[in-house]
């Protein structure tokens, strides 16, 4: 089945500097990645995802890139506030016929004032 | 519109013990699933169905069961809790294809 690494595992910015997140994943057939947010006590939330035929999708402060080569998708967020703060999940979605999110195990994310 | 619904909110379970979590949407959503979470582990599928009487097995499946009755309902049964069973669980649905996936608000579980 698909296997999705996510790295680093924590991160810690000053507020107004760029976050950088990174995903690997494993099955060559998967064709959509989402990220999510979880803030403390809360449900994940998306915030962006990207599809296979797309290298780059921005939203605001937000974007993400995928590299089918190599396999990898990365989230970049620029211009960090304290309300980044929050853990970051990806996932990757299989290819036709499959129904199934795999998540990376978590980035969490602090932006210090 | 309520997005997904799960209850109970807490529960604190002796091992042993059996329940039922509620999982409920009303956006007409084929796909559910249902993950565990735990710190550092991220979210595990447990099960999933892609529609009315069609359930399969995520990673995680042991100790649980599950049932589609309908479309809007999803319940995750713990036959005989576990301490490792403790955990946050969430509930999700999705359109199929590639499109968002909505959690309901999760059930934190304790299992002693």
């Known amino acids: 089945g698909e296997n999705v690494e996510q790295h680093p595992s924590t991160l810690s910015v000053q507020e107004g500097d760029s976050a950088v997140i990174k995903c690997t994943y494993s099955d060559s057939a998967s064709n959509y990645f989402p990220w999510y947010k979880q803030e403390l006590g809360k449900r994940p939330q998306l915030i962006i995802d990207i599809r296979s035929n797309v290298g780059e999708k921005k939203d605001q402060r937000i974007a993400v890139t995928l590299n089918k080569t190599a396999k990898h998708f990365s989230l970049h967020i620029t211009e960090t506030q304290p309300e980044d703060s929050a853990v970051y999940f990806c996932a990757a979605k299989g290819g036709a016929g499959s129904y199934q999110l795999t998540f990376g195990k978590g980035t969490k994310l602090s932006v210090i004032p | 519109n309520a997005g997904v619904t799960q209850t109970p909110k807490f529960q604190v379970l002796k091992t042993g013990q059996s329940m039922t979590l509620q999982c409920a949407q009303d956006m007409n959503h084929e796909y559910m699933s249902w993950y565990r979470q735990d710190p550092g582990m991220g979210l595990r599928l447990i099960h999933y169905?892609?529609?009315?009487?069609?359930?399969d097995q995520g990673e995680v499946p042991n100790g649980y069961n599950v049932s589609r009755s309908t479309t809007e309902d999803f319940p995750l049964r713990l036959l005989s809790a576990a301490p490792s069973q403790t955990s946050v669980y969430f509930c999700a649905s999705s359109y199929p294809g590639n499109t968002e996936a909505f959690f309901g608000q999760g059930t934190r579980l304790t299992v002693v």
């Open positions: 169905s892609v529609g009315a009487g069609i359930t």
